[in-house]
């Protein structure tokens, strides 16, 4: 019992720890489920951006085999001027190609013919500009705006030699709003001093007629920025640059993932450790699934077993947990009167099981200062009538500086009034004072192993402990000795005039059975 102070302190200390810990696990799944999110959208938006890249070339693939196969027809029909049949033509490739709305021929660097002329919506420009003012007429190369990487785009250009061929932005319109950054790859400054094959003024014309490469690989698309003209292309690198941003996202994703995991496991493991005993504990009280152990009481007259001490213990899925892990719990926690009554209703089930040759056999078991209260005197004083013949209760009880002298005293004499015995736990470890040997109704002093346990007939500590015999016979009280391991300290408490002793040389705390068949044996006797 003594223990638990210093158990008690531990268990302070685990709390605080676990808050912390609990604060850091907390913070850990929250960062955990941060990165996770972060990460699965990180590879989600790679994916989508892969997927759209896809997508997009395997249409440019398309419209670039309809280029060449319009410009193919061209060069067939041999159109080198922008006649009334070569527009006729022309229209007849725009009109069945499902790619493409506007071919336009250029001769000598001039734009010399067009298909059509589609109207122009005016796009909402910053800063505004007049470029599309009815001076230039409606007719425009760009037969609508469409939206490309948020800003406005007025088509999207294709060109061979000195053919540009729009595409439709209906058809490219939904690609177009891809909102990755495309590529910059080539800059053409915009002109707005080129013509129409019909005199009007376009805006093709401000593409100079540099030949693009319009391979399988790149995409060039016309952008009309301040209605300065520049090309932009989205070529196949750029597609494995968003595979390789996708896989490297994900896995980054994936191990800052497993990161988050390891230190959430690692936190969580020493979180659940450090709680453990609490919820173990918790659980077995209110199942009881505590077992009550049985270490024999040696009378060293004669060493026959005279009494048993009841220890609880605790077993669960998890495995042992250990009296010096819940006591401290049960008495922080307050649970100190459940516990004990469910010991004492257990230890009374037990004895009456047991064949006692004994009389009086001493039935010990440990009690909290916090139970010496009148209802918990009560509830004893019930439990008494169902002992065996001849069984004597003894509980055990240390020091606490929480108790009142007044509750103390009245509690003992209550109990004692009713034939309860009183055995101060603990002695000699600053615990328990001599003070308490005044008590009326304390019988035994039972001596803390710590002052036995190094004890030999020639010890020093032996000619310390040699007064407590003494002590306790003016108080009129017994004295048990604790944690005999050994024959030579058995030896030293028998020439102390010791009465009683406990201790593993006789027997550890054991079951039922286990105790019976040491009943039953009576091996020290
Ligand atoms: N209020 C309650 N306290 C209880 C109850 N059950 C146990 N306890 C207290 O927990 C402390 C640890 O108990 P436990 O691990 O059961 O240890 C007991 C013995 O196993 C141990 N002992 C006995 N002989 C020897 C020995 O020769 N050597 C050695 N190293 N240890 C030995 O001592 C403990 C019994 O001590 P005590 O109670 O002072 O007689 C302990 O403080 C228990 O009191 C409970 O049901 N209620």
């Given at each position: 019992m003594c223990k638990e102070t210093r158990a008690m302190r531990k268990l302070r200390f685990w709390r605080v720890k676990a808050t912390l810990s609990g604060s850091f696990c907390a913070l850990s799944v929250f960062l955990l489920s941060l990165i996770v999110f972060a990460g699965l959208l990180l590879w989600k938006s790679s994916r989508a951006q892969v997927a759209v890249a896809d997508e997009g070339l395997d249409l440019m693939e398309k419209v670039i085999r309809d280029v060449d196969e319009i410009s193919r027809e061209i060069e067939r029909f041999g159109l080198?001027?922008?006649?009334r049949t070569a527009l006729t033509h022309l229209r007849k490739l725009t009109s069945i190609n499902?790619?493409?709305?506007d071919i336009g021929l250029y001769f000598d660097d001039r734009?010399?013919?067009?298909?059509i002329a589609g109207r122009f919506s005016k796009p909402r420009l910053d800063p505004p500009?007049?470029?599309?003012?009815?001076e230039y007429g409606s007719?425009?190369?760009?037969d609508r705006s469409i939206r490309s990487l948020g800003v406005q785009v007025g088509g999207i250009a294709a060109r061979i030699d000195n053919r540009l061929f729009m595409m439709k932005p209906l058809f490219l319109g939904r690609r177009s709003s891809m909102s990755f950054d495309w590529q910059l790859i080539h800059f053409y400054p915009g002109s707005d001093q080129s013509f129409h094959a019909d005199g009007m003024r376009g805006l093709?014309?401000?593409?100079?007629?540099?030949?693009?490469?319009?391979?399988?690989?790149s995409l060039y698309i016309q952008r009309c920025d301040s209605w300065s003209h520049y090309c932009v292309a989205v070529d196949r690198d750029y597609q494995d640059i968003l595979r390789s941003n996708g896989l490297i996202s994900g896995l980054g994703g994936a191990a800052a993932s497993l990161l988050g995991c390891l230190a959430f496991i690692v936190r969580r493991r020493s979180f659940m450790r450090q709680l453990g005993p609490v919820h173990r504990t918790r659980a077995a009280l209110r199942a009881w699934t505590f077992e009550c152990h049985y270490q024999p009481l040696i009378d060293?007259?004669?060493?026959?077993?005279?009494g048993c001490e009841a220890l609880a213990r605790l077993s669960d899925e998890h495995g042992m947990l250990s009296p010096g892990e819940f006591i401290p719990v049960i008495h922080e926690l307050g649970w100190e009167d459940s516990f004990t009554r469910q010991m004492l209703e257990q230890a009374v089930a037990d004895i009456r099981t047991m064949r006692l040759d004994?009389?009086?056999f001493k039935l010990a078991v440990n009690i909290f200062?916090?139970?010496?209260n009148s209802q918990f005197v009560d509830f004893v004083v019930s439990c008494?009538?169902?002992?065996?013949?001849?069984v004597v209760l003894n509980l055990e009880i240390t020091e606490d500086a929480t108790i009142s002298e007044a509750a103390y005293q009245e509690a003992i004499q209550r109990l004692s009034s009713h034939g309860v015995e009183i055995s101060l736990d603990?002695?000699?470890?600053?615990?328990?004072?001599?003070?308490?040997?005044?008590?009326?109704?304390?019988d035994t002093l039972k001596v803390d192993r710590s002052l036995i346990?190094?004890?030999?007939?020639?010890?020093?500590q032996q000619s310390l402990t040699a007064y407590v015999p003494k002590l306790a016979q003016q108080a009129g009280v017994a004295v048990v000795a604790e944690g005999i391991e050994g024959p030579d300290s058995l030896a030293a408490v028998k020439s102390l005039g010791m009465h009683y002793a406990q201790g593993f040389y006789f027997g550890?705390?054991?079951n039922v059975s286990g105790f019976q068949e040491l009943l039953d044996r009576d091996v020290y006797r």
């Open positions: 080198h001027s922008c006649s499902p790619v493409l709305s734009l010399a013919c067009t298909t500009t007049d470029f599309l003012s009815y007719n425009v190369w760009t093709a014309d401000g593409v100079r007629p540099t030949p693009l490469r319009l391979t399988s690989k060293l007259t004669d060493d026959g077993v005279v004994r009389s009086p200062p916090a139970n010496l008494l009538d169902r002992l065996p013949e001849g603990d002695f000699g470890t600053g615990y328990c004072t001599l003070g308490r040997l005044d008590t009326v109704g304390v346990s190094t004890l030999t007939p020639d010890s020093c550890r705390p054991m």
